[in-house]
């Protein structure tokens, strides 16, 4: 059961941006730090981002990642046709000592 | 390379059992936490059980909570998820992933094996 709240989708052309909300609460996002997840069609998830908005290497700098508080958000400029894929944010549960993860978020390159 | 392969995904009825196990290369398993993270056909990512990386502690989710067990054999490179008492709703892909720690925190998952089905039903 996810705890943490994403759109359903986003959508935008070539080149534009988007951003992908992620929303917890205190014992989750308030209280640690936020990862996110890009899984592409029939594969894996990769990690993209963690500790808010530190990139692993390989990484470009058009995903970037923030927080604010209880939420968190990501941000993928430039967009390119091989980003369509869901977006998983992720992070660990203090009070209940479980991972959590978003809800996911379809990104469609129109 | 880091690499992590799952196995023991299989068609099982319900109320059965299955032992998935996930293969770790590339690293030194010790260093690391590790975590079984699951997927339902067609649905989200749903985290599943950690372990520490000396087995002292343990943390699964309370849809599994006394039916699967998490464990590992350092010495074998290995990771493992004992699931009983199976159910229609268990069925997805299981992931294994490593556990990455920064200078900051240790709440990533930096490496994913390719994940195993498995599918309850009669």
């Known amino acids: 059961q996810s705890v943490l709240t994403q759109p359903p989708s986003v959508s935008a052309a070539p080149g534009q941006k988007v951003t992908i909300s992620c929303s917890g609460g205190?014992?989750?996002?308030?209280?640690?730090?936020v990862s996110w997840y890009q899984q592409l069609p029939g594969a894996a998830p990769r990690l993209l981002i963690y500790d808010n908005n530190k990139r692993p290497s390989g990484i470009p700098d058009r995903f970037s990642g923030s927080k604010s508080g209880t939420s968190a958000t990501l941000g993928i400029t430039g967009l390119q046709t091989g980003d369509e894929a869901d977006y998983y944010c992720g992070t660990w549960d203090s009070s209940l000592n479980v991972g959590v993860f978003g809800t996911g978020t379809q990104v469609t390159v129109l | 390379e880091v690499q992590l392969e799952e196995s023991g995904g299989d068609l099982v009825q319900p109320g059965g059992s299955l032992r998935l196990s996930c293969s770790a290369s590339?690293?030194?398993?010790?260093?690391?936490?590790m975590h079984w993270v699951r997927q339902a056909p067609g649905k989200g990512l749903e985290w599943v059980s950690y372990i520490s990386s000396y087995s002292h502690t343990r943390y699964y989710a309370d849809s599994v909570k006394g039916r699967f067990t998490i464990s590992r054999d350092n010495a074998k490179n290995s990771l493992y998820l004992q699931m009983n008492s199976l159910r229609a709703e268990d069925t997805a892909v299981y992931y294994c992933?490593?556990?990455?720690?920064?200078?900051?925190?240790?709440?990533?998952?930096?490496?994913w094996g390719q994940g195993t089905l498995v599918i309850v039903s009669s």
């Open positions: 590339g690293f030194t398993l010790t260093s690391y936490t």
């Open positions: 992933a490593r556990g990455f720690c920064s200078s900051a925190s240790c709440s990533s998952l930096d490496s």
């Open positions: 205190s014992s989750n996002i308030g209280n640690n730090y």
